[in-house]
């Protein structure tokens, strides 16, 4: 993060202001209720998107491109994206901030093989404790932090989070299905990530042929009383009471649509996006 020198303010500091102004969280005593505020208000404003791999583009992992990108351009991203805003902010509000890479493990079993390092999170220290920070999980982010202690059932809006202890001191996080079960989202160890481990996994997953957000479109906003997802063709709205409603779009022109009407995106800057979506959906 630059610094402020006399009156010469940083990029970083400006984008700040407008992020906190976007989301209408204002400046408090850094402390878990002002972590809560701001993961609530964050996956509710700015939605997770994937149309810049989806269509080719390389997204953006440096602090000013981020900001230019979800602060400024009506746009979402994923997680290299909003949780490098996140601790960005997190740290010019006074909190201590450690960013942290994990592997993803949702829809795996434990005993498959290890995935990529490709999942970017925050580890913050406060005075009352150890939490983690992730507004960029898509269709299961916990919409509040989470307190970084073994075992502890912490329920959101959405659905309950806990944390388990991995092999070698990693942590894993786990949510729990509408069996009652336990689910692995994704693992972590607590050293600190470089920012190119993340321009690393951002440009992996936009290159590799096998890429999921390459060959598909994903996109998620949560708030408190409903949580938003696109799946290709398919939106889903699903209430805090787990009633969904479904629907499947039927031209490249609806699903651009449901990306602005439901998930606030402007699809005007996107380059390419109706030809794709008609070579991938409906050819």
């Not at 999942?119 to 150890?130: A, M, P, S």
């Not at 507004?135 to 916990?142: E, K, L, M």
């Not at 440009?203 to 799946?231: I, K, M, Q």
Request: glycine letters at 10%; hydrophobic letters at 35%.
């Amino acid at each position: 993060m630059t610094s402020t020198t006399g009156s010469t303010t940083s990029t970083v500091t400006t984008s700040v202001a407008a992020y906190l102004d976007l989301v209408g969280v204002d400046r408090a005593t850094p402390d878990r209720a002002l972590l809560d505020r701001l993961v609530t208000a964050h996956v509710a404003t700015i939605p997770f998107e994937n149309l810049d791999p989806f269509t080719g583009v390389e997204p953006p992992t440096t602090a000013d491109g981020v900001a230019a990108k979800l602060v400024h351009g009506r746009r979402g991203g994923w997680c290299f994206e909003h949780n490098r805003l996140l601790h960005d902010a997190l740290a010019d509000l006074g909190l201590r901030v450690t960013p942290l890479v994990g592997r993803v493990r949702l829809g795996l079993a434990a005993e498959d093989p290890p995935t990529e390092r490709t999942h970017r999170l925050t580890l913050v220290d406060t005075v009352e404790g150890r939490f983690t920070v992730d507004a960029g999980f898509g269709s299961t982010v916990p919409t509040t932090a989470l307190r970084l202690v073994a075992g502890l059932e912490q329920p959101t809006p959405q659905a309950t989070y806990r944390y388990a202890r991995g092999d070698h001191g990693s942590w894993v996080l786990q949510r729990r299905g509408g069996d009652g079960g336990w689910a692995d989202q994704y693992t972590f160890d607590l050293a600190p990530a470089p920012d190119i481990d993340f321009a690393m996994g951002s440009w992996y997953l936009t290159h590799h042929p096998g890429s999921h957000f390459r060959t598909g479109l994903v996109a998620a906003r949560t708030t408190p009383e409903r949580r938003t997802t696109l799946d290709g063709t398919r939106l889903t709205v699903r209430t805090a009471d787990r009633a969904a409603q479904r629907h499947d779009l039927t031209s490249p022109a609806r699903v651009r649509d449901a990306l602005e009407t439901y998930f606030g995106i402007d699809t005007g800057g996107v380059a390419g996006l109706e030809d794709r979506l008609r070579e991938v959906y409906f050819p």
